[in-house]
Nanobody, 126 residues
């Protein structure tokens, strides 16, 4: 049984940092995409950052480029999202997902992913 478990969320002030983790069991992060999504109330779920494990290639939404960094520790089978210079608009529930998008340009399409974690809340206050 595949399980993705997120951790590391919390409440910070604007300008602060958090590091999210996504540990996998029953699934090996050695190929396909592992991606962070976020969902804020009243907004659509948004792909934030992705890691293409087959080629160690990363993708970012424009809204987080230069502030967030996704990484993968294959030995620990754990993915991370380092979030710096956080803004109130980053407030959301953050989910990790694993799958094999039919095209790399579809990395941020949530319907391309098979496995999802339960989410971890990130709240940024101004």
């Amino acid at each position: 049984q595949v399980q993705l478990v997120e951790s590391g969320g919390g409440s910070v002030q604007a300008g602060g940092s958090l590091r999210l983790s996504c540990a996998a069991s029953g699934y090996t992060y050695d190929s396909g995409f592992i991606t962070w999504f976020r969902h804020a109330p009243g907004k659509e779920r948004e792909g934030v950052a992705a890691f293409w494990a087959s080629f160690d290639v990363t993708y970012y939404a424009d809204s987080v480029k230069g502030r967030f960094a996704i990484s993968l520790d294959k030995a620990k089978n754990t993915m991370y999202l380092q979030m710096n210079s956080l803004k109130p608009e980053d407030t959301a529930m953050y989910y990790c997902a694993a799958g094999r998008p039919s095209r790399t340009t579809f990395w941020s399409h949530d319907d391309e992913y098979t496995y999802w974690g339960q989410g971890t809340q990130v709240t940024v206050s101004s």
